[in-house]
């Protein structure tokens, strides 16, 4: 069922080119990682920004059977599309789909300060992903986010701080990298911006 539904993903160009399979292993790096900073924990709360034709989300819902998720797309035909894709494999009681702005979810009260870990592929720079991530988590909490083949220091610019997090592991997992942060203060005020601000006037 999860290869039928990424397959249409990418039929209606909502996940790129390369094969299902190799998006699966991409996701299972997610869950590598979440795996390493969970600490034996086996429930809480994960949220995926930008998640488009459901990579790494879709994957990490049938893996960590037991946790909560919260799926922000701002395109709503992507977001309708997950919203059939949950219904398919039968999770929508602990699956939400929010079609929206990062910017503004963070800014709703019930989900500030709410995630446990929050996953980021292809969402934007760091600068972006940082700043949308940041007022979403609880404080110690991960932000995981899948990095380019062959760039390990994305993560080291002074304004980071600005957001609370601080990189706390670079992690390969096959072919696959990822940047762990985790939310060590408290977010500045201001931040998140208003939508599109953080991609327009990157803090970095
Ligand atoms: C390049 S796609 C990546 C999708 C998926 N995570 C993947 O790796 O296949 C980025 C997605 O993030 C969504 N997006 C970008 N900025 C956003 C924002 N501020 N709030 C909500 N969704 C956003 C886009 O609409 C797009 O679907």
Redesign the pocket.
Known sequence: MLHEILKKAQELN???NPPIDD?IRNANGFFQAIQNFSNGTNEGRIY??????????LILIQKLEKWSFVL????EK?ANFLLEAIKMLNVEARVEVIC????N?ARVQKYECSADFIT?????PPA?TAE?ACRLLKKDGFLVV?EPPEETNRWTHEKLSLTGLTPVKYLQFQDSTFQVLQLVNTPKDNLPRK??T??KRPLW
């Open positions: 909502f996940l790129g998006h995926d920004l930008g998640s488009g034709g459901g990579v790494p989300a922000m797309e701002r395109k992507r929206d702005e990062v910017e979810v980021a592929r292809a969402f934007g972006v949308n899948s939508p599109g953080p991609r």
